[in-house]
C-alpha cells in the first residue's frame, strides 16, 4: 500500500514529511494501526493512492518497510550511522 502525507506528522515511527509518498507493509500491525488513524476523518494527514499509480507516473517513495523499521526510530538512526561508517 502507498500512502502521500496530505500534512507532515511526528510519529513513533519517525517524521511522515508533506507532499511525500510512503510504501507501507499492510502486515506490519504497529505501522498499520498509525496508518488507519491518520487516513481517515474530514482532514486527513494521509491519502491512500494505489501501486498502479506509483508506477504510471514513476512516483519516487520512501519505503516504510523492512527491518530498519522494526523498533524504536533510535535503531534506525543505529543502522543509518553504521552504514555510512563503513563508507568511509
Excluded: W
Amino acid at each position: 500500500m502507498y500512502v502521500k502525507v496530505n500534512s507532515t506528522r511526528h510519529t513513533a515511527i519517525g517524521t511522515l514529511r508533506f507532499g511525500c509518498v510512503y510504501k507501507v507493509d499492510e502486515k506490519d500491525a504497529g505501522v498499520m494501526k498509525l496508518v488507519k488513524n491518520l487516513l481517515y476523518g474530514s482532514d486527513a494527514a494521509l491519502k491512500r493512492i494505489t501501486a498502479k499509480k506509483v508506477r504510471a507516473e514513476k512516483i519516487q517513495y520512501l519505503d516504510l518497510t523492512g527491518p530498519a523499521h522494526e523498533g524504536t526510530d533510535e535503531a534506525a538512526d543505529d543502522a543509518n550511522e553504521q552504514s555510512e561508517a563503513g563508507g568511509e
